[in-house]
């Protein structure tokens, strides 16, 4: 629900924000209509409903798990035997910040009109699991309209072999069906060759459609990271109206949609990718106070769910140097969450699809 007008100019006061969503001074990817800076230009959090949007796109129909409540949901059968394993003692800890010095967080840009750019995979398993999107002019099965100077998850100098994220909405259709283009391991572009990444994934941000069962993605749960990123603007704004992206170290190999791909071990008694988790109604979050309560909030309504393998109790967020004035905020208050102040939800039987 979009806040009352004056209780969001009370919590912009609070957060110590005018309104406006600083850039970050990189570059940013861009179309014919591409923003600039690490968020890929303007963005709102309206939209239809109670679904967020980026500058003109909604982020998946209202039904969309992304977009789900689980405040309500039953808890699993299984939620005390997973969260034992969970690391319950660990701290939560926000992992973003600023762009331009320290490059940390993930990035995304926006636009269309776009040249599509042919997509050379490094990794075996990139063509098998990569969404085709066929070259206009035949010349390949896998082009997509990501600008060569899109912004990349740790900036051009980050190590060639880390995650190096590439995140970019095709504004066109909007606002319901915007496509959202993912890789992993994308490397620099040079002259006019296009990407070459490890894998990449496309999603109609007006379907709640999944990848094939088996499939990964940009994220090893095989979801989309985009939707799961905790951004600056819906945090200035006052809510954050999704679920947030969560990395735990050690994992089942095993999945609940939506996600579809699993990276982990044998041990059944460790959380699937995809699994569901919220913030216990009763912590008390009375101490906890600015853009830390926003993230509270919405960890009680929307929860986190597994994507990826990665450091435990690890949420992520987007790159913007508007964080610089938040982040002792949010390192402090988050790092008093812990595991076990967390409980597992219902939401779908664990798949064991083994590649």
């Given at each position: 629900?979009?806040?009352?007008?004056?209780?969001?100019?009370?919590?912009?006061?609070?957060?110590?924000?005018?309104?406006?969503?600083?850039?970050?001074?990189?570059?940013?990817?861009?179309?014919?209509?591409?923003?600039?800076?690490?968020?890929?230009?303007?963005?709102?959090?309206?939209?239809?409903?109670?679904?967020?949007?980026?500058?003109?796109?909604?982020?998946?129909?209202?039904?969309?798990?992304?977009?789900?409540?689980?405040?309500?949901?039953?808890?699993?059968?299984?939620?005390?035997?997973?969260?034992?394993?969970?690391?319950?003692?660990?701290?939560?800890?926000?992992?973003?910040?600023?762009?331009?010095?320290?490059?940390?967080?993930?990035?995304?840009?926006?636009?269309?009109?776009?040249?599509?750019?042919?997509?050379?995979?490094?990794?075996?398993?990139?063509?098998?699991?990569?969404?085709?999107?066929?070259?206009?002019?035949?010349g390949g099965q896998f082009c997509y309209p990501i600008p060569l100077g899109a912004l990349i998850e740790g900036g051009q100098g980050a190590s060639s072999d880390s995650d190096r994220h590439v995140l970019y909405i095709d504004t066109a259709g909007a606002p319901n069906n915007c496509t959202l283009y993912e890789l992993y391991n994308a490397q620099n572009p040079t002259g006019s060759s296009g990407w070459t990444a490890a894998n990449g994934a496309i999603f109609h941000l007006g379907s709640n459609a999944l990848r094939p069962d088996g499939w990964t993605s940009a994220d090893a749960a095989g979801l989309p990271i985009l939707p799961g990123l905790v951004r600056y603007?819906?945090?200035?704004?006052?809510?954050?109206?999704?679920?947030?992206?969560?990395?735990?170290?050690?994992?089942?190999?095993?999945?609940?949609?939506?996600?579809?791909?699993?990276?982990?071990?044998?041990?059944?008694?460790?959380?699937?990718?995809?699994?569901?988790?919220?913030?216990?109604?009763?912590?008390?979050?009375?101490?906890?106070?600015?853009?830390?309560?926003?993230?509270?909030?919405?960890?009680?309504?929307?929860?986190?769910?597994?994507?990826?393998?990665?450091?435990?109790?690890?949420?992520?967020?987007?790159?913007?140097?508007?964080?610089?004035?938040?982040?002792?905020?949010?390192?402090?208050?988050?790092?008093?969450?812990?595991?076990?102040?967390?409980?597992?939800?219902?939401?779908?039987?664990?798949?064991?699809?083994?590649?």
């Open positions: 629900m979009r806040l009352a007008q004056p209780i969001l100019l009370s919590m912009l006061m609070a957060l110590g924000c005018s309104g406006q969503n600083p850039a970050a001074s990189g570059a940013g990817g861009g179309g014919a209509n591409g923003g600039s800076g690490a968020n890929g230009g303007a963005q709102s959090f309206g939209g239809s409903g109670t679904v967020g949007t980026i500058g003109a796109c909604t982020i998946f129909p209202s039904d969309n798990p992304w977009n789900q409540d689980v405040s309500g949901t039953a808890l699993h059968a299984n939620s005390a035997t997973y969260m034992a394993n969970m690391a319950p003692t660990r701290g939560m800890h926000p992992d973003w910040g600023n762009w331009s010095t320290d490059h940390y967080g993930i990035p995304f840009g926006s636009g269309t009109g776009a040249t599509p750019q042919p997509i050379t995979w490094s990794a075996s398993w990139g063509p098998s699991e990569s969404d085709t999107n066929p070259c206009p002019t035949g603007d819906e945090v200035a704004a006052g809510e954050i109206r999704h679920a947030i992206r969560l990395t735990m170290n050690s994992t089942y190999q095993g999945y609940i949609h939506p996600a579809t791909h699993a990276a982990g071990s044998s041990n059944a008694a460790l959380p699937p990718m995809g699994l569901r988790l919220r913030l216990k109604a009763s912590f008390d979050a009375s101490a906890i106070t600015g853009a830390s309560l926003v993230i509270v909030t919405a960890l009680k309504k929307y929860g986190v769910i597994v994507a990826d393998n990665g450091s435990d109790w690890y949420i992520t967020g987007e790159s913007n140097d508007g964080w610089d004035n938040y982040m002792d905020n949010l390192s402090t208050n988050l790092g008093k969450i812990h595991g076990s102040d967390f409980e597992v939800v219902d939401t779908g039987p664990v798949l064991t699809a083994t590649n």
